[in-house]
């Protein structure tokens, strides 16, 4: 039976995919140009509140699914444009490259956002 | 031809018996408003070089027959207009990712049996043939039906950058066919289509570039099928690693 373990890595790839652009725009918008650039942010910027917000857990389990999945969402990207650059012959090693890249991004994440 | 209007067609040749080396060879045909550039190509063949070979049947756009490259791009000959081009000259080559056999003729051997791959037809389980037709109804029509409009002329083929990369790659056209008859309510073949369609070679071949749907003159969106057809590929591989005992 010619079963593909490619669709496991497209479920990530796709997840990804629509985590990156639900997310990332409204997290950069907000982040980079509101918070910092407008009178909205005076009040909200404050290093305590915003820490009070990120270590709500739904929010951490939130930031790190997104995170997540983005990572294995680039990753898979990656591996396909190389491929598609003439790579295709070692796909396994770039599998295991990129892959592995965003498994550790991940337990980053992981570490990160557990440890705040 | 003293004072009529021209327009130049550089075309492909190559002819495997006599000399074997492909060059390019310009004609100089009557340019007329209305004529396509199947017209033109036939006009060589009738009035300038009969030994010039290349495919057609309708000239409607219809059986898929003279798919061929015109300046660079997968076209219907038939379909497209010497206007469009005019005054400048026309490049006539054969479709890119297939084997040539002579002139703008390629060999569609390879292509044919990417398709019979696929099983293109509809799979029961009932021992016999039913006495009268399966029903079905428009709403059940309609989930398949674009797919089902596809006329074989490949050139989705020739705009796909993965066939070159992956020769065995099945290709938009097959897997737009094996999933509009997944999608069909009569039929019943889809865990037996999954074994061609599941592979490293099938869906997963395609990284979604979406050219096929760019050039298909009948407006397939081989894209949009295939992308439909990894959801259902990703399905049965989850349910095969999380439920190894269910039914196939
Ligand atoms: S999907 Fe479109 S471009 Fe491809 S073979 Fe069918 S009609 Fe032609
Ligand atoms: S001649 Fe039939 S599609 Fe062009």
């Known amino acids: 039976m010619n079963r593909s373990n490619e669709a496991f890595w497209w479920s990530l790839f796709s997840a990804g995919g629509v985590m990156a652009a639900l997310f990332m725009p409204v997290f950069i918008v907000l982040t980079g140009l509101v918070l910092p650039f407008t009178t909205a942010g005076d009040a909200d910027l404050d290093y305590d509140r915003v820490h009070q917000v990120v270590t709500w857990w739904p929010v951490r389990i939130v930031l790190f699914v997104v995170v997540f999945l983005s990572l294995f969402h680039c990753a898979h990207r990656i591996r396909h444009i190389l491929m598609d650059l003439g790579l295709r012959a070692v796909s396994t090693v770039l599998a295991a490259l990129c892959y592995s890249g965003a498994a550790a991004g991940t337990v980053a994440a992981l570490f990160v956002l557990g440890t705040l | ?248």
């Open chain 2, 1 to 248: 031809m003293a004072g009529e209007a021209t327009i130049t067609l550089e075309v492909f040749r190559y002819r495997p018996d006599d000399d074997g080396e492909a060059t390019i060879q310009d004609y100089r045909v009557p340019y007329h408003e209305h004529w396509v550039v199947l017209d033109a190509l036939n006009w060589i063949k009738d009035h300038a070089d009969g030994t010039l070979s290349f495919r057609w049947s309708c000239r409607m756009g219809v059986c898929g027959s003279c798919g061929m490259m015109v300046n660079g791009e997968a076209k219907l000959t038939c379909a497209v207009f010497l206007k469009d081009y005019y005054p400048s000259a026309i490049r006539v080559e054969p479709l890119i990712n297939f084997p040539v056999e002579r002139d703008l003729v390629i060999s569609m051997d390879d292509f044919l049996a990417k398709l019979q791959a696929v099983k293109p037809w509809l799979i029961r389980d009932d021992e016999e043939p039913p006495g009268a037709e399966y029903l079905q109804t428009p709403s059940q029509l309609a989930q398949y039906q674009q797919f089902s409009m596809c006329i074989n002329c490949m050139l989705c083929y020739a705009a796909c950058p993965e066939i070159d990369g992956i020769p065995d790659f099945l290709g938009p056209a097959a897997i737009a066919l094996a999933h509009r008859y997944n999608l069909d309510s009569r039929d019943q073949g889809q865990s037996e289509r999954q074994e061609v369609l599941g592979g490293e070679e099938a869906v997963w071949g395609c990284t979604f570039v979406g050219e096929c749907t760019a050039v298909c003159p009948k407006n397939v969106d081989p894209a949009g099928a295939i992308q439909q057809a990894k959801v259902a590929s990703t399905k049965d591989w989850y349910r095969h690693v999380l439920l190894p005992w269910g039914k196939r």
